[in-house]
C-alpha cells in the first residue's frame, strides 16, 4: 500500500511538472507575443518619424534650392542694374538659370506696380495680396501656397529686388511644382510607407503619395484631416514645431515641420502592414503553443490513463488475492477436517493394531503331526503357537468328520 502510494506520488508530481511546464512556456509566449507587437510599433514609431524627417530635409532642399538660386540672381541685379526695370539680357539670364530647375515650373518678375513684367511660362500670375507680402519680404524670401482648380498647387517662392541704387524694382518669384514633390515621394517610398503628405501651416494638402497605388487618390487643396487615413489626426498634431507622432487604432502617423518653411510632412503607415510580418510570426508562435499543448495534455491524459489502469489492475489483483484467500482458508479448513479425520482413523488403526498381533513369514509345520518349528527349533502345537503368537485363544470342538471317525456310536450333529 506505502509503494502504491508513493507511485502515486510520483506520477502525480510529474503531471504537474509538465502542466507547470506547459503554462510557463503558454505565459512566456504570451508575453513574447505583446513585447514583439510592442516593438514592432515602436519601431514603426521611430521609422515613421525618420521618413518625415527624411522627406521634410529632402523638401526643405528643394526649397532653398530655388531661393538660392533666386538670391543669386537678385544680387546680380543688384549689382549691375541701375534702372528701374529689367534689361531684357538680364531676363535672359534669368531664365538660364532657372532652367536646370525642374521643381521650377515658372518664374515671375512683377514690377513695382504687381504688374507681370516677364515670365517664363503661362501659369496665372500670383494676386495683389501675396505681392505685397513679397514686395515687403525685404529681409528674406516671402513663401506662399496659390491653388489653382483641383489639379495644380504652386508654391510661390518670392524675393525683393533692387537696383544698385538701393531701390525696389519689384518681386522675382518662383512657382514650384507640388507635383514634383509627389514624383521625388514616390522615389523614395514607393514600398515603404502607406502615405506622405505635404500640407501647409493651414492644413491645406499641397500634394500626397499613396501606396499601394490603387488607394491613390487627388487631395490638392483638401485639409488633411479630411482624407481617409488622415481622419485620426488631432488638430494640435497637424500644427507643432519639430516631430510629433500620433497612434490611433489602425494607423501611426509622425508629422515634421519643415524648419524655416511653414510646411509639414506628414508620414502614414497602416498597422495592418506594420503588424504582417509579426502576424505570420505570432500564427507560428501560436501554432507551436497548440502542438506543445496538444503533447503535454496528452502526456497527462495518458499519465492519467495509466495510473487508472495501474489501479484497475490492482484492484483486481487484490479481489484475485482476496479470492485466493478465502479458497485456500476454505481448503485449509477442509484439509484440517480431513487431517482430523485421517488422525482419528490412525488412532483407530493404531488400536486395532495393538490388539492383533500379525503372523508373519513362513510357518515351518510338520506334515503329520502339524506341530510348528519356532525360531529357536523347537516343535509347538500348533494352538500354543497360534496363542503364543497372537491374542487368539481356542477352545476345543469336534467336526463332523473326526465326530463320525472317533465316535461313530454318537450322532454328535443332527441333519
Same mark, same amino acid.
Given at each position: 500500500?506505502?509503494?502504491?502510494?508513493?507511485?502515486?506520488?510520483?506520477?502525480?508530481?510529474?503531471?504537474?511538472?509538465?502542466?507547470?511546464?506547459?503554462?510557463?512556456?503558454?505565459?512566456?509566449?504570451?508575453?513574447?507575443?505583446?513585447?514583439?507587437?510592442?516593438?514592432?510599433?515602436?519601431?514603426?514609431?521611430?521609422?515613421?518619424?525618420?521618413?518625415?524627417?527624411?522627406?521634410?530635409?529632402?523638401?526643405?532642399?528643394?526649397?532653398?534650392?530655388?531661393? %538660392?538660386? &533666386?538670391?543669386?540672381?537678385?544680387?546680380?541685379?543688384? /549689382?549691375?542694374? +541701375?534702372? $528701374?526695370?529689367?534689361? @531684357? *539680357?538680364?531676363?535672359?539670364?534669368?531664365?538660364?538659370?532657372?532652367?536646370?530647375?525642374?521643381?521650377?515650373?515658372?518664374? %515671375?518678375? &512683377?514690377?513695382?506696380?504687381?504688374?507681370?513684367?516677364? /515670365?517664363?511660362? +503661362?501659369? $496665372?500670375?500670383?494676386? @495683389? *495680396?501675396?505681392?505685397?507680402?513679397?514686395?515687403?519680404?525685404?529681409?528674406?524670401?516671402?513663401?506662399?501656397?496659390?491653388?489653382?482648380?483641383?489639379?495644380?498647387?504652386?508654391?510661390?517662392?518670392?524675393?525683393?529686388?533692387?537696383?544698385?541704387?538701393?531701390?525696389?524694382?519689384?518681386?522675382?518669384?518662383?512657382?514650384?511644382?507640388?507635383?514634383?514633390?509627389?514624383?521625388?515621394?514616390?522615389?523614395?517610398?514607393?514600398?515603404?510607407?502607406?502615405?506622405?503628405?505635404?500640407?501647409?501651416?493651414?492644413?491645406?494638402?499641397?500634394?500626397?503619395?499613396?501606396?499601394?497605388?490603387?488607394?491613390?487618390?487627388?487631395?490638392?487643396?483638401?485639409?488633411?484631416?479630411?482624407?481617409?487615413?488622415?481622419?485620426?489626426?488631432?488638430?494640435?498634431?497637424?500644427?507643432?514645431?519639430?516631430?510629433?507622432?500620433?497612434?490611433?487604432?489602425?494607423?501611426?502617423?509622425?508629422?515634421?515641420?519643415?524648419?524655416?518653411?511653414?510646411?509639414?510632412?506628414?508620414?502614414?503607415?497602416?498597422?495592418?502592414?506594420?503588424?504582417?510580418?509579426?502576424?505570420?510570426?505570432?500564427?507560428?508562435?501560436?501554432?507551436?503553443?497548440?502542438?506543445?499543448?496538444?503533447?503535454?495534455?496528452?502526456?497527462?491524459?495518458?499519465?492519467?490513463?495509466?495510473?487508472?489502469?495501474?489501479?484497475?489492475?490492482?484492484?483486481?489483483?487484490?479481489?484475485?488475492?482476496?479470492?485466493?484467500?478465502?479458497?485456500?482458508?476454505?481448503?485449509?479448513?477442509?484439509?484440517?477436517?480431513?487431517?482430523?479425520?485421517?488422525?482419528?482413523?490412525?488412532?483407530?488403526?493404531?488400536?486395532?493394531?495393538?490388539?492383533?498381533?500379525?503372523?508373519?513369514?513362513?510357518?515351518?509345520?510338520?506334515?503329520?503331526?502339524?506341530?510348528?518349528?519356532?525360531?529357536?527349533?523347537?516343535?509347538?502345537?500348533?494352538?500354543?503357537?497360534?496363542?503364543?503368537?497372537?491374542?487368539?485363544?481356542?477352545?476345543?470342538?469336534?467336526?463332523?468328520?473326526?465326530?463320525?471317525?472317533?465316535?461313530?456310536?454318537?450322532?454328535?450333529?443332527?441333519?
Amino acid at each position: 500500500m506505502k509503494s502504491d502510494l508513493t507511485q502515486d506520488r510520483f506520477y502525480i508530481s510529474i503531471i504537474v511538472l509538465i502542466l507547470f511546464i506547459a503554462v510557463t512556456f503558454l505565459g512566456l509566449s504570451t508575453a513574447s507575443i505583446f513585447r514583439s507587437r510592442t516593438a514592432y510599433i515602436s519601431e514603426s514609431h521611430i521609422k515613421s518619424k525618420a521618413q518625415a524627417q527624411l522627406m521634410g530635409e529632402n523638401t526643405s532642399g528643394i526649397i532653398y534650392t530655388v531661393d %538660392f538660386a &533666386l538670391l543669386s540672381i537678385c544680387s546680380l541685379i543688384k /549689382s549691375q542694374v +541701375d534702372q $528701374p526695370s529689367l534689361p @531684357p *539680357a538680364i531676363w535672359e539670364f534669368i531664365k538660364t538659370e532657372t532652367k536646370y530647375l525642374p521643381q521650377v515650373r515658372d518664374v %515671375f518678375f &512683377l514690377d513695382e506696380t504687381g504688374e507681370v513684367a516677364y /515670365s517664363t511660362g +503661362d501659369s $496665372p500670375k500670383p494676386g @495683389p *495680396a501675396s505681392f505685397e507680402n513679397h514686395k515687403n519680404a525685404w529681409l528674406e524670401f516671402s513663401i506662399e501656397t496659390a491653388f489653382y482648380g483641383r489639379d495644380k498647387a504652386v508654391i510661390l517662392l518670392s524675393r525683393r529686388v533692387e537696383n544698385r541704387k538701393g531701390e525696389f524694382i519689384g518681386v522675382l518669384s518662383a512657382g514650384i511644382d507640388s507635383k514634383f514633390f509627389y514624383d521625388r515621394y514616390d522615389d523614395y517610398l514607393n514600398i515603404d510607407a502607406n502615405a506622405v503628405v505635404l500640407f501647409d501651416n493651414s492644413g491645406a494638402v499641397l500634394t500626397g503619395w499613396f501606396n499601394p497605388p490603387e488607394s491613390r487618390e487627388n487631395p490638392m487643396g483638401s485639409h488633411i484631416q479630411s482624407l481617409p487615413r488622415f481622419s485620426s489626426l488631432s488638430g494640435s498634431g497637424i500644427i507643432n514645431a519639430g516631430f510629433r507622432s500620433h497612434e490611433s487604432r489602425d494607423e501611426i502617423i509622425s508629422t515634421y515641420q519643415i524648419r524655416g518653411l511653414p510646411y509639414h510632412i506628414a508620414v502614414m503607415h497602416t498597422k495592418r502592414n506594420i503588424l504582417e510580418k509579426w502576424n505570420r510570426e505570432t500564427k507560428r508562435d501560436i501554432f507551436i503553443i497548440g502542438i506543445t499543448f496538444i503533447i503535454a495534455l496528452g502526456t497527462i491524459l495518458l499519465g492519467f490513463r495509466q495510473i487508472q489502469k495501474r489501479k484497475k489492475a490492482e484492484s483486481r489483483l487484490l479481489q484475485y488475492q482476496l479470492n485466493l484467500e478465502n479458497t485456500v482458508e476454505k481448503r485449509t479448513e477442509e484439509l484440517n477436517l480431513t487431517n482430523r479425520d485421517l488422525v482419528q482413523k490412525n488412532e483407530d488403526l493404531k488400536k486395532a493394531l495393538a490388539k492383533v498381533k500379525t503372523l508373519s513369514g513362513l510357518l515351518p509345520i510338520c506334515s503329520h503331526c502339524k506341530k510348528i518349528r519356532d525360531d529357536k527349533g523347537y516343535w509347538n502345537q500348533i494352538e500354543s503357537y497360534i496363542q503364543k503368537h497372537s491374542e487368539a485363544e481356542f477352545s476345543h470342538g469336534i467336526c463332523q468328520e473326526c465326530a463320525k471317525k472317533y465316535y461313530p456310536g454318537f450322532n454328535l450333529y443332527k441333519d
